[in-house]
């Protein structure tokens, strides 16, 4: 590199490198029974909050010349309910809806005036959202994204079909290589490119997933940090620099400091008492016929957007939200987030044969949604690393096109979840469900096994079938029954598509397939419209 010196033979540098990578996701839902799906809103309000946001930061940075490089993945759910026209038309009226409630509040709040300018401070953002939506990105999310990658200003990497927790489904190794398959060739079918990399839902990894990412010609993942450091035989310079997998497959390690920095609600900078309290919204506080026009219609309190109030301390008693304070204190925080990498890039620099890499793995709804001001450290992280000659951002595959040869080590099996094991997806809360899910792998690879051909009302049948599977093994199902949220839910839809599934086993062996019920089911759950049920196979 030009900023490399020699001294005695020994390369050194004064310069390291930042992996930004943002994980969007979110599990795919979609209700035609009811037009006020609660569980849509957690699609809408991250569009709101987290999406559109990030695309206009984006845009903003092009716009001012300030070059920037970083990496995203878009879950295959997340990427077909962006490209969803039901969904689309469901999420304008929401949000055209919440417009309507800012002039309501705007006038409720005319007498207070810090309530006022909140008010008005959220009909600007709500406006702006919106022409962005219909104007600037013509209700178009996944192009705004794709065309950020042909600027060459993000890479796009892959992920699971339907972010399945893969080493809890290894048991079936079919079941493993169609998610990854499936998901591979949806990202080409969106991105008209093979991906390069490939997001491990919740990082997980064991040992079996090297090989079927290798089938798939995958060039890197990103693995936990004990997954890298535990490595065997362990590596040289821990998570600052990748390994290669035996089958080929080259594994960053997150970095906990740069991780914790940010991920942490106690000890990070979300959980600063000048940012705005997440769990505080006016759906809650205010009476129930000024309020129900805008929430659940059956009369569930959920979230507006319109919350007023600031972290302030671990208290009942919060103080007013002055978005100008919040933002002078993410530039602050981006000023010492960076001012971490570079003590770490120093010390590493004197320790490592060439430049240290630290890769920063967030969750992307982590950025506006739960951390209303995350938007605004990002922009201000990125301009401001642009100030130094330090340390430069990149993506994973730049720098491996700088540095293709990495130290052969097996990585250790692990994830990002609790304790960096499985149980989060794996305890006596959710354990039920792994019978069911490796018995409807065995129906799967059955099907494909005995029709390896197949047309007409048979074809449409098995790749249902496929579908009602894959979305069965969403990792957010055994997730959000061992977290409390909305348990049942999560339940019924494992059961569901199961059902679904068994059904369509049966009727494609009797040669007895409803065609009615089939439309039917194609149309609800209408994820991978070119799927090939023989991914299974």
């Known amino acids: 590199m030009n900023n490399s ?10 310069r390291g490198y930042l992996a930004l990578v943002l994980h969007a996701h979110l599990p795919y839902v979609r209700h035609l029974e009811y037009d006020d799906a609660l569980e849509e809103r957690w699609f809408f309000e991250a569009v709101t909050e987290t999406y559109i946001p990030l695309l206009l930061l984006f845009d903003k940075l092009i716009e001012d010349k300030i070059d920037f490089r970083l990496t995203m993945s878009i879950s295959p759910p997340l990427a077909a309910m962006l490209e969803d026209s039901l969904l689309k038309s469901r999420y304008l009226k929401r949000l055209e809806l919440l417009i309507q409630l800012s002039q309501h509040e705007i006038s409720r709040t005319r007498t207070q005036p810090e309530f006022h300018a909140l008010a008005l401070f959220y009909q600007q953002h709500l406006m702006k959202t919106h022409n962005a939506f219909l104007n600037r990105y013509n209700k178009n999310l996944l192009q705004a994204f794709k065309r950020l990658q042909d600027l060459g200003r993000i890479e796009i990497i892959a992920s699971a079909a339907t972010h399945g927790y893969l080493p809890l489904l290894a048991a079936n190794s079919s079941t493993v290589r169609a998610q990854i398959r499936v998901g591979v060739e949806y990202y ?13 839902p919740e990082c997980g990894y064991c040992s079996e997933i090297d090989k079927l990412l290798a089938e798939q010609a995958i060039g890197y993942t990103i693995i936990e940090t004990h997954g890298l450091t535990r490595s065997r035989p362990r590596p040289k310079y821990g998570v600052f620099a990748p390994i290669s997998c035996p089958a080929g497959t080259i594994a960053f390690g997150r970095d906990p400091e740069a991780s914790q920095q940010v991920w942490s609600s106690e000890g990070g900078y979300p959980g600063d008492y000048d940012y705005r309290e997440f769990y505080r919204d006016i759906a809650y506080d205010l009476d129930n016929e000024y309020i129900q026009p805008y929430i659940h219609r059956d009369g569930v309190r959920t979230d507006t957007g319109f919350k007023y109030y600031r972290i302030t301390d671990n208290t009942d008693q919060k103080e007013v939200y002055i978005p100008e304070a919040a933002s002078r204190k993410a530039a602050r925080h981006a000023a010492h987030f960076i001012a971490g990498r570079l003590k770490q890039i120093e010390y590493l620099n004197t320790v490592m044969d060439r430049p240290p890499i630290i890769v920063a793995p967030y969750d992307a709804e982590l950025f506006g949604h739960w951390w209303f001001e995350g938007p605004i450290w990002l922009d201000s992280l990125i301009r401001q690393v642009r100030q130094s000659d330090k ?6 595959s730049e720098y491996l096109e700088e540095y293709p040869e990495q130290q052969t080590a097996a990585a250790s099996a692990s994830s990002w979840g609790h ?3 499985h149980e989060t997806w794996l305890n006596d809360r959710n354990d039920w ?13 059955g099907l494909a096994r005995n029709y390896p051909q197949a047309d007409g009302l048979t074809l449409r049948a098995l790749n249902q079938a496929a579908r009602e599977l894959l979305l069965a093994q969403a990792s957010d199902w055994p997730f959000m029954i061992n977290s409390g949220t909305m348990p049942g839910y999560a339940a019924r839809r494992v059961n569901t598509h199961l059902s679904q599934l068994h059904r369509l086993e049966k009727e494609i062996d009797n040669q007895l397939i409803d065609e009615k019920w089939l439309s039917m089911i194609e149309y609800r759950n209408n994820i991978f419209p070119h799927i090939d049920y023989r991914a299974f196979g």
Not at 188 to 200: A, E, I, M, N, V
Not at 433 to 445: D, F, N, R, S
């Open 5 to 14: 010196i020699y001294n005695g033979g020994t390369r050194q540098h004064d």
């Open 433 to 445: 469900i792994y019978p069911h899910l490796h018995h409807g792998a065995k129906v799967m690879e």
């Open 419 to 421: 304790n960096g094991s």
């Open 391 to 396: 340390i430069k951002l990149v993506t994973l």
């Open 188 to 200: 080409q079918q969106l991105f008209d490119r093979t991906p390069k990399g490939f997001w491990l």
